[in-house]
DNA sequence: AACATACTACTAAATTTTTAGAAGAGAATC
DNA sequence: GATTCTCTTCTAAAAATTTAGTAGTATGTT
């Protein structure tokens, strides 16, 4: 049942959240939003061909050009991607990955008032 | 003064975890804990020396054979691709992502305790 | 010391990933 | 409707990563 998501390679990865902070788009459009130095468009096509192979993104040829969109939500491969990187670092236990970034990062009264509330919850939720 | 920590290759890293598991450790005794189907003994010592290029390890040569162990920790490594991943996907709010792992992952009610021992514990910190 | 064994360093082949050119198809322009 | 422009698809070159062979050196053995 746990979903054996693909991983994808950094080139992957890059187009992918492109596509996932657009919702769609295409050859084009993904191509305005790359980094410097951009790549030609036709490896950006190469890419969202590779992604189309492994499931992520599909497309419909509407018109003129192809639009793109993801398949796979990003949160299903965020929860991937960092359940491989629970597992790997902190030994699957949640609340240590917890206590390692608490104590990394300086949180603002804000985000401390929103973790108290969100520990209430959860602890609520029985 | 932020540390611009090298990234690892998938291999780079999978032979840097079993150095930080074992503390220290000759090419045999990575090989031992090496997955199946176990590489080549020389497979080993290339991603060693690469490490060693990369800062990451370093070696005595003690009598017959070389010592490797961890220059970079472990925690530092962690700390540097689970900010990537915040970043990446949680805009860098760290309760956006323990939000997000609480909803996924079941936590046991000890669990749960601990994380709201937790979330006082850096509330009182002020 | 001569021989066998174990390890390292160097080199390069195999594979994977990234990059992009070229050919052709469909739309836009004149 | 011919020409030009844009886009896609196919193909392959370039670069990065992984894998491992070979040669040489050091250690241990008889």
Not at 11 to 20: R, S
Not at 87 to 107: A, I, N
Request: charged share 30%; glycine share 8%; with cysteine.
């Amino acid at each position: 049942m746990s979903d054996k998501t693909k991983t994808l390679t950094k080139g992957e990865e890059d187009v992918m959240k492109i596509l996932w902070m657009l919702g769609k788009g295409t050859v084009n459009d993904i191509l305005e939003h790359c980094d410097e130095p951009k790549p030609k468009y036709t490896t950006v096509a190469t890419f969202l061909k590779l992604l189309e192979d492994k499931g992520f993104a599909g497309h419909t040829s509407t018109g003129k050009s192809n639009m793109y969109y993801p398949v796979v939500e990003q949160k299903e491969y965020a929860g991937s991607v960092a359940g491989n990187m629970l597992d790997s670092f902190f030994g699957g236990s949640l609340v240590q990955m917890f206590s390692f970034f608490s104590s990394e990062k300086k949180l603002s009264s804000k985000e401390k008032q929103e973790l108290l509330k969100l520990a209430q919850e959860i602890i609520d939720k029985e």
